[in-house]
């Protein structure tokens, strides 16, 4: 496992990593990608393939703490805590009631909004540049209510989005009914996002943009790096079978699995894992027009090229615990009951991790021990929609360049 004083280390093959090695080879750099596991097959393997840029809403929101409980007692539920693993996350349990206080709250959304219209923009020339437009889908998302109370609590989300020039339509009856046929009519009314779009499949997005940055010269070791430390003039990285090389620089991008790192650097970022569960059906299990998101209920579901996805939920906890396949199992069973004549036979399920701050902003900056150590991570539900945006604020900060938007709210210090 070697590595070269002339290429930028990127640590994790993610869609965060590859998205930042094309950045990188835009701008005339040597990248090398390091990878413990398979390309893409993390969180960027199984997630619900949105480029969701108008989703602005930190989940560390006033109010939340109080329906936290009512949730944790249900361990199927949108939010679950195994009991074992209270203690363990106790801290980032403080850290996130505190990110829900007003304040904190409006100052996320801010620095969300701001992230997001980069993302926007960003990713729209990493297709472009990258000849991706054949995986993406601009069909819209729809938010869907049970109840006028539900839709009513959800309204001052939607101001938020409006403050921000993001274009929505609440529909209800015939509109509601022709943006996605065959709905229970237990849903009385939806808000339809026309410009959210999604991914055909986001495994096989990631390995199209694996496939252009391999052809542009850059090179792939499996390896797992157990250290990243200063290095006159860079970086050197140490693997876990005793090894040791240089680089230019040091790109931490491995998702969950980047808290370690940061230890070994003496930086403690409170990065959680979040459990996320799927079943993707097979095709034609129903004639899904779009995205449809059950926010009462913690799930979305999804038309890809490989089927019909239905996953999301939230499990805190850790990265050693077996999966609990009864999550996907239950919001299957939710599917079914919501589109009538759904096809639930045939599917396969997923349990993969999300990288997760208790704020909700990803950590995106150089690291107090090296300016030449760089960390891009804790993107949580966003990283297939963030991805371009972190990799050019990566490469900013590498050039010595002005960031495209503050990084303040990103710094790896604010915790």
């Given at each position: 496992m070697t590595t070269t004083p002339d290429e930028i280390a990127v640590v994790g093959a993610g869609i965060i990593g590859l998205a930042i090695a094309f950045h990188l080879q835009r701008?005339?750099?040597?990248?090398v990608l390091i990878e413990r596991g398979g390309v893409a097959e993390?969180?960027?393997?199984?997630?619900?393939?949105?480029?969701?840029?108008?989703?602005?809403?930190?989940?560390?929101?006033?109010?939340?703490?109080?329906?936290?409980?009512?949730?944790?007692?249900?361990?199927?539920?949108?939010?679950?805590?195994?009991?074992?693993?209270?203690?363990?996350?106790?801290?980032?349990?403080?850290?996130?009631?505190?990110?829900?206080?007003?304040?904190?709250?409006?100052?996320?959304i801010a620095a969300?909004?701001?992230?997001?219209?980069?993302?926007?923009?960003?990713?729209?020339?990493?297709?472009?540049?990258?000849?991706?437009?054949?995986?993406?889908?601009?069909?819209?998302?729809?938010?869907?209510?049970e109840s006028e109370a539900e839709f009513s609590a959800s309204l001052p989300g939607w101001?938020?989005?409006?403050?921000?020039?993001?274009?929505f339509e609440h529909v209800r009856g015939a509109r509601l009914a022709g943006l996605q046929p065959g709905l229970s009519p237990r849903?009385?009314?939806?808000?339809?996002?026309?410009?959210?779009?999604?991914?055909?499949?986001?495994?096989?997005?990631?390995?199209?943009?694996?496939?252009?940055?391999?052809?542009?010269?850059?090179?792939?070791i499996r390896g797992?790096?157990?250290?990243?430390?200063?290095?006159?003039?860079?970086?050197?990285?140490?693997?876990?079978?005793?090894?040791?090389?240089?680089?230019?620089?040091?790109?931490?991008?491995?998702g969950a699995w980047s808290r370690k790192l940061c230890d070994q650097l003496r930086e403690r970022i409170p990065l959680e894992t979040e459990r996320g569960y799927n079943t993707t059906l097979p095709p034609g299990a129903f004639d899904l027009r779009r995205q449809l998101t059950f926010g009462g209920h913690g799930?979305?579901?999804?038309?890809?090229?490989?089927?019909?996805?239905?996953?999301?939920?939230?499990?805190?906890?850790?990265?050693?615990?077996?999966?609990?396949?009864?999550?996907?199992?239950?919001?299957?069973?939710?599917?079914?009951?919501?589109?009538?004549?759904?096809?639930?036979?045939?599917?396969k399920q997923w349990m993969g991790f999300r990288p997760s701050l208790p704020d909700t902003l990803p950590v995106i900056g150089a690291?107090?021990?090296?300016?030449?150590?760089?960390?891009?991570?804790g993107h949580g539900h966003s990283g297939l929609t963030q991805c371009a945006a972190t990799a050019q604020l990566i490469a900013d900060l590498l050039a010595g360049r002005p960031s495209a938007i503050p990084l303040a709210p990103f710094r790896p210090a604010r915790f």
């Amino acid at each position: 496992m070697t590595t070269t004083p002339d290429e930028i280390a990127v640590v994790g093959a993610g869609i965060i990593g590859l998205a930042i090695a094309f950045h990188l080879q835009r701008e005339g750099r040597k990248v090398v990608l390091i990878e413990r596991g398979g390309v893409a097959e993390g969180a960027s393997y199984g997630n619900a393939g949105a480029l969701a840029f108008s989703d602005v809403l930190p989940l560390a929101s006033p109010g939340i703490m109080r329906k936290a409980p009512g949730w944790l007692l249900d361990p199927l539920g949108p939010l679950s805590i195994p009991p074992a693993y209270l203690p363990t996350i106790a801290p980032w349990l403080l850290r996130f009631w505190r990110a829900s206080l007003p304040d904190r709250y409006r100052a996320s959304i801010a620095a969300q909004c701001a992230l997001m219209r980069l993302s926007s923009r960003a990713m729209d020339r990493m297709i472009a540049d990258a000849g991706l437009s054949g995986h993406v889908r601009s069909d819209g998302n729809l938010q869907l209510y049970e109840s006028e109370a539900e839709f009513s609590a959800s309204l001052p989300g939607w101001q938020a989005r409006e403050r921000e020039g993001i274009p929505f339509e609440h529909v209800r009856g015939a509109r509601l009914a022709g943006l996605q046929p065959g709905l229970s009519p237990r849903f009385v009314v939806g808000s339809f996002t026309p410009h959210w779009q999604t991914v055909d499949d986001p495994h096989l997005f990631a390995l199209a943009l694996f496939d252009k940055v391999t052809a542009q010269g850059a090179r792939l070791i499996r390896g797992e790096v157990t250290e990243a430390v200063p290095s006159e003039g860079g970086a050197e990285l140490r693997f876990s079978d005793g090894s040791a090389s240089p680089a230019g620089a040091a790109v931490i991008a491995a998702g969950a699995w980047s808290r370690k790192l940061c230890d070994q650097l003496r930086e403690r970022i409170p990065l959680e894992t979040e459990r996320g569960y799927n079943t993707t059906l097979p095709p034609g299990a129903f004639d899904l027009r779009r995205q449809l998101t059950f926010g009462g209920h913690g799930f979305v579901i999804t038309p890809l090229a490989t089927g019909i996805r239905i996953g999301g939920a939230v499990e805190l906890g850790g990265l050693k615990r077996p999966p609990n396949f009864a999550r996907s199992q239950i919001m299957l069973e939710k599917a079914a009951a919501f589109l009538p004549g759904l096809k639930t036979g045939g599917g396969k399920q997923w349990m993969g991790f999300r990288p997760s701050l208790p704020d909700t902003l990803p950590v995106i900056g150089a690291s107090k021990a090296s300016d030449r150590i760089l960390y891009a991570f804790g993107h949580g539900h966003s990283g297939l929609t963030q991805c371009a945006a972190t990799a050019q604020l990566i490469a900013d900060l590498l050039a010595g360049r002005p960031s495209a938007i503050p990084l303040a709210p990103f710094r790896p210090a604010r915790f």
